[in-house]
Structure formats: C-alpha cells, structure tokens
C-alpha cells in the first residue's frame, strides 16, 4: 500500500493524504517552477532538458564518490555556460537537469518542507550549475541573501 503524502508540510494546516507522487508529477512541479523564474533567467538557459528519475545511476553516483543514491538530488549534466564555446559541437547532447524523486521524497519526509519548494530549490541550484556556479558560491550567495 503506498504511504501517504501531504502537500502542505509543516504549516499546520490539515493534510490532504494521496500516494506519493509520480515521476510525471514531480517534473510537472519542476516545469511549473521553471515557468516561475523570470523570463531573462530562462532565455540564459537555453535549451536545457529537465527529467526526473527515481535514483541517479550508478555511474553518476561513482563520478562523484558517493555511495547512497539518495546523497543526491539532482544532477547538472552537461557543459556549464562558463565552459561552452561560442558554437555548439556536433552531436553535442543538450545540457540536462535531473531531478531524483526518491532522494527528493526521503528529504521531504525528513525536513517536513513543502514537496513544491524543495523541488524548486534543487532546481534552481542545478541551473546554478549550469551558469558556472559551484555548490561553495551557490551556498555564499544564499548565506549573503539571508532567510
């Protein structure tokens, strides 16, 4: 039987108990928190691909040294902006974002934040990624932006 989620975390307000969601219906949290960012900021992103799996593949995980699939949640895959040329190369596969259900739901149990936040956060510090950015600047931006 599926265990229950809620869509409202921690704020007190009742629950609304379904299973957990899809595959579908993260990535269509993600599209819709894309959809969000202002428009500047995605034109910058050009065609970039968003999916979500599960887990990430093992190859993902052995490249960065990790050994649980849910030490990640996302994944930048591709060449960042900063190290592009000015042309693309032949056969080049789109800059890709995936997103991990499985290690996004066991966070969301564990944090108790809203489903909708995390999955754009992870999001958002893929694109991060993508512009160049390392988890260290990523982490100093938001310290300096404060709560």
């Given at each position: 039987?599926?265990?229950?989620?809620?869509?409202?975390?921690?704020?007190?307000?009742?629950?609304?108990?379904?299973?957990?969601?899809?595959?579908?219906?993260?990535?269509?949290?993600?599209?819709?928190?894309?959809?969000?960012?202002?428009?500047?900021?995605?034109?910058?992103?050009?065609?970039?691909?968003?999916?979500?799996?599960?887990?990430?593949?093992?190859?993902?995980?052995?490249?960065?040294?990790?050994?649980?699939?849910?030490?990640?949640?996302?994944?930048?895959?591709?060449?960042?902006?900063?190290?592009?040329?000015?042309?693309?190369?032949?056969?080049?596969?789109?800059?890709?974002?995936?997103?991990?259900?499985?290690?996004?739901?066991?966070?969301?149990?564990?944090t108790g934040d809203r489903?909708?936040?995390?999955?754009s956060h992870v999001l958002?510090?893929?694109?991060?990624?993508?512009?160049?950015?390392?988890?260290?600047?990523?982490?100093?931006?938001?310290?300096?932006?404060g709560p």
């Amino acid at each position: 039987m599926p265990r229950p989620f809620s869509l409202h975390g921690k704020a007190g307000r009742p629950a609304m108990r379904q299973p957990f969601p899809t595959l579908d219906e993260i990535e269509a949290m993600a599209e819709q928190a894309y959809a969000g960012l202002p428009e500047a900021f995605r034109a910058l992103c050009g065609d970039i691909v968003i999916r979500v799996a599960d887990v990430p593949a093992d190859d993902a995980l052995d490249a960065l040294g990790l050994a649980s699939p849910y030490d990640l949640l996302g994944l930048f895959q591709g060449i960042g902006m900063a190290h592009a040329g000015a042309t693309p190369w032949t056969g080049q596969m789109p800059n890709m974002i995936w997103l991990y259900r499985k290690p996004i739901l066991a966070y969301w149990q564990e944090t108790g934040d809203r489903l909708e936040d995390i999955v754009s956060h992870v999001l958002i510090h893929e694109i991060g990624h993508h512009f160049g950015l390392s988890d260290e600047d990523m982490e100093r931006i938001e310290a300096e932006a404060g709560p």
